[in-house]
């Protein structure tokens, strides 16, 4: 759950949110800003993550602040143990985190997943899709860097069901930077298509990747050599 700073110096204040409690099934239904109401277990660090209890370190993330506590994120992340308790520890003495290369609505996502398994529902709005596409790159990258590879496995299925011909070439050098492996054969499934591949070598994000990742266009051209055999 994310508290944001009123006026950029005021007392931290907790965003609209709500918690039904389901004690019969177990589980409660979490209610937050930017997601549809999501069924969670009622486990402990379920409750952790609804209360804020015991939280002892705070994340800046652009213009809002995440509780957290060390020890749940120690537990699933190496890169959060190595950053709160390892050799890599940032900002002890005063328990805040500054993040700066992740936006807010990423990293409550990436807690959520942290604390439940499970990631939060989006709002069902227009163009949810394609918002759920770019959400999910970037929650990839964010599940890379703490080294959450179920989160990042998640991402990759995800990604795989909305490459299209304008969204190829920004996944396939996705893929390739963040070595996912399925999520690069996808791709070029995708492209093994004359169609496919006549259509996306014509847009821009095509012309710029044979550019930026020139192995890419190596692979590819093994790739295409191979049907061809």
Not at 95 to 118: M, N, R
Not at 156 to 166: F, N, R, S
Request: aromatic fraction near 8%; charge should be negative; charged fraction near 25%.
């Amino acid at each position: 759950m994310s508290t944001s700073t009123a006026g950029g110096g005021g007392k931290p204040w907790r965003s609209s949110s709500a918690i039904v409690a389901d004690t019969a099934s177990g589980y409660h239904i979490l209610r937050i800003d930017g997601y549809s109401g999501t069924k969670v277990r009622s486990t402990k660090t379920t409750y952790l993550l609804l209360t804020e209890n015991g939280a002892d370190v705070v994340f800046e993330v652009g213009s809002q602040t995440f509780a957290a506590h060390r020890c749940v994120l120690a537990a699933r992340s190496p890169v959060f143990k190595a950053e709160l308790f390892g050799t890599m520890k940032e900002s002890v003495t005063t328990g805040i985190v500054c993040i700066d290369d992740i936006e807010a609505q990423v990293f409550k996502a990436l807690l959520y997943f942290i604390y439940t398994d499970s990631l939060p529902k989006a709002k069902k709005e227009e163009g949810e899709e394609e918002e759920d596409d770019v959400m999910s790159q970037h929650l990839l990258v964010a599940a890379d860097k703490y080294n959450l590879e179920r989160l990042k496995l998640i991402c990759e299925d995800k990604l795989c069901k909305y490459i299209d011909v304008g969204t190829v070439a920004t996944i396939l050098a996705l893929a390739e930077q963040h070595h996912c492996t399925r999520l690069k054969k996808a791709c070029f499934d995708f492209l093994s298509s004359p169609t496919n591949l006549k259509a996306a070598v014509d847009t821009d994000g095509f012309k710029h990747l044979s550019r930026s990742c020139p192995a890419i266009m190596e692979d590819l051209i093994v790739m295409l050599g191979n049907l061809v055999l």
